[in-house]
């Protein structure tokens, strides 16, 4: 993925550019992730989420703010699949969970209780997940409480070091 110039992919010797003119909604690619099924998914700056046909080099599906199966944002910021079969997809404002099989999203922003400018990543634990953001601390999310109580939040305030947190590991 690059910074205006879409996606390149190098194969035999050379690089094969994939860019607007080719179907993408943009050329601006910040994330790229292979699922389970061996799936390509493109996450776009302003532009949102992208699946590419790595063997027919074509764009086949595309989901952003606009489409019927809605992004919250279209910034994506990350993409990581659990063991659910589900793609979590980190934009501005919020996180998205992307069934596989279903084709549908669930969106989590401040009125779910995930109160963040920007999330930089996730990590499950087997319970729920660890919700990375940048300025606003650590989120914890776990799906089995009652809707308001899903997300709890550590800050400065609960001990850690600072608000901006880069990664996590289990």
């Given at each position: 993925?690059?910074?205006?110039?879409?996606?390149?992919?190098?194969?035999?010797?050379?690089?094969?550019?994939?860019?607007?003119?080719?179907?993408?909604?943009?050329n601006n690619v910040r994330v790229v992730y292979i699922d389970k099924n061996d799936d390509l998914w493109l996450g776009l700056e302003?532009?949102?989420?992208?699946?590419?046909?790595?063997?027919?080099?074509?764009?086949?599906?595309?989901?952003?703010?606009?489409?019927?199966?809605?992004?919250?944002?279209?910034?994506?910021?990350?993409?990581?699949?659990?063991?659910?079969?589900?793609?979590?997809?980190?934009?501005?404002?919020?996180?998205?969970?992307?069934?596989?099989?279903?084709?549908?999203?669930?969106?989590?922003?401040a009125a779910e209780g995930l109160i963040c400018k920007d999330t930089h990543g996730i990590l499950e634990d087997g319970e729920g997940?660890?919700?990375?953001?940048?300025?606003?601390?650590?989120?914890?999310?776990?799906?089995?409480?009652?809707?308001?109580?899903?997300?709890?939040?550590?800050?400065?305030?609960?001990?850690?070091?600072?608000?901006?947190?880069?990664?996590?590991?289990?």
């Amino acid at each position: 993925g690059t910074v205006g110039g879409g996606l390149s992919r190098y194969k035999k010797g050379q690089f094969k550019s994939y860019t607007q003119k080719d179907g993408l909604p943009n050329n601006n690619v910040r994330v790229v992730y292979i699922d389970k099924n061996d799936d390509l998914w493109l996450g776009l700056e302003d532009g949102g989420l992208v699946l590419f046909d790595k063997v027919k080099g074509q764009f086949k599906e595309k989901y952003n703010t606009k489409t019927e199966e809605q992004l919250l944002n279209d910034n994506v910021r990350f993409i990581k699949e659990d063991n659910k079969s589900n793609l979590w997809i980190g934009v501005d404002g919020g996180i998205c969970r992307f069934n596989l099989k279903e084709k549908k999203f669930t969106n989590y922003s401040a009125a779910e209780g995930l109160i963040c400018k920007d999330t930089h990543g996730i990590l499950e634990d087997g319970e729920g997940y660890w919700i990375i953001t940048f300025g606003d601390g650590l989120y914890y999310f776990n799906e089995n409480l009652p809707k308001g109580k899903q997300f709890k939040q550590f800050t400065t305030e609960d001990g850690l070091p600072d608000n901006c947190v880069y990664s996590v590991v289990k």
